[in-house]
């Protein structure tokens, strides 16, 4: 008889604290919205620490854009709203879930603050989304969010999941941005619920008699992180007259199609 997914993550664990790895209850991380990477390649720097040059964990990371190769991360080209995005990090995972799920993605804004928050809110509801059909009972969650008007909304959504959830805002970002990360821990979705990507996120209910109680009322607690000993985000630092390369060149950039259009002469044959 096969072991369950539990049986084979204790026997992990134990593995794992045996043989001196750090981050032991982390054997599958899902990167959501990854590119350029810059995520992905801290998870595998911390997971696989110790590790005597063997992955000790599967880091996935997906993306609509191509990304350049990063090693031990293995990349899916998809869409997050589509099942068999889902399907396809379930498979890399040999059919077992992810214990953690992280997304930094943003749209790109327009200035327009009502249009940026709610955009960004429809993209970490479509990361919850794929997130309730791709991670392990206990799991966390951790995704960037807008602390606007509708936060509270958000976070009661949120809520229905993880009964842990802390609004974070890291020193990293700078104070002039709402910009700041949700931490959902204990991933313990409702008895009934079964994961859909058609129709997946429960509706919250409103008592018209009772409109300002439950969800309307909720306060979003909020976690400043770090402290005064680094670089503050919202000053500007002198830099080395050296010129730095850039870490990854750009895949498929728009200015490559400029300068192919540039050298057939098309821009002369408009004008």
Not at 194 to 209: A, F, H, K, Q, R
Request: charge should be neutral; hydrophobic fraction near 35%.
């Amino acid at each position: 008889m096969g072991k369950s997914s539990k049986d084979k993550r204790d026997i992990y664990y134990r593995l794992a604290k045996e043989q001196g790895w750090r981050a032991r209850s982390v054997q599958r991380a899902v990167d959501l919205c990854a590119a350029p990477g810059s995520w992905s390649q801290v998870l595998s720097k911390n997971l696989n620490k110790n590790s005597d040059n063997v992955p000790s964990s599967k880091i996935v990371a997906v993306d609509l854009q191509a990304m350049a190769p990063l090693e031990n991360v293995i990349q899916i080209q998809g869409d997050i709203t589509k099942v068999s995005t889902a399907e396809q990090i379930i498979s890399c995972f040999d059919g077992e879930l992810a214990d953690l799920v992280v997304c930094d993605g943003a749209p790109d804004v327009t200035g327009l603050h009502d249009m940026d928050e709610y955009i960004q809110a429809q993209l970490l509801l479509s990361a919850l989304n794929i997130t309730t059909n791709i991670l392990c009972q206990g799991g966390t969650f951790v995704a960037k969010i807008f602390r606007g008007k509708d936060v509270t909304l958000l976070y009661a959504q949120l809520k229905i999941f993880f009964p842990n959830v802390t609004c974070c805002k890291p020193r990293s970002s700078r104070n002039s941005s709402i910009e700041a990360f949700v931490v959902c821990q204990n991933y313990t979705p409702p008895k009934d619920y079964i994961p859909t990507m058609i129709n997946p996120l429960l509706d919250l209910s409103y008592s018209p008699e009772n409109k300002f109680s439950g969800s309307n009322h909720i306060i979003v607690p909020f976690v400043a992180c770090g402290d005064l000993s680094g670089f503050d985000s919202d000053m500007t630092y002198s830099l080395e007259k050296k010129s730095l390369d850039p870490l990854q060149p750009p895949i498929n950039a728009p200015y490559h199609t400029a300068i192919s259009l540039k050298q057939k002469n098309f821009y002369n044959k408009v004008s």
